[in-house]
């Protein structure tokens, strides 16, 4: 399930966690912006460490957002 909640006032970003579409390739963790377009996205060899890199680049944008800085 992807991470869409934000902080009033925020602009909907989605971050959302891609099982490989076949083997040999990397699990993604892909950040969403509200018209769908791809603002970031890592790679990782396991399900387990994209989805901790997928709650680490909600975490950040989400402190970004608090802090005033634009994200986009």
């Known amino acids: 399930m992807p991470y869409t909640e934000g902080a ?4 909907i970003f989605t971050f959302e966690t891609y099982h490989p579409s076949r083997q040999g390739l990397p699990w993604l963790s ?3 912006d509200p018209n769908g377009r791809v603002v970031a996205a890592v790679s990782s060899d396991t399900r ?8 680490r680049c ?12 634009c994200l986009h």
């Open 8 to 11: 009033k006032g925020a602009p």
């Open 30 to 32: 892909v950040c969403l």
């Open 48 to 55: 387990d460490k994209a989805e901790v890199e997928t709650a």
């Open 58 to 69: 909600a975490a950040d944008f989400s402190a970004k957002f608090q802090m005033g800085r």
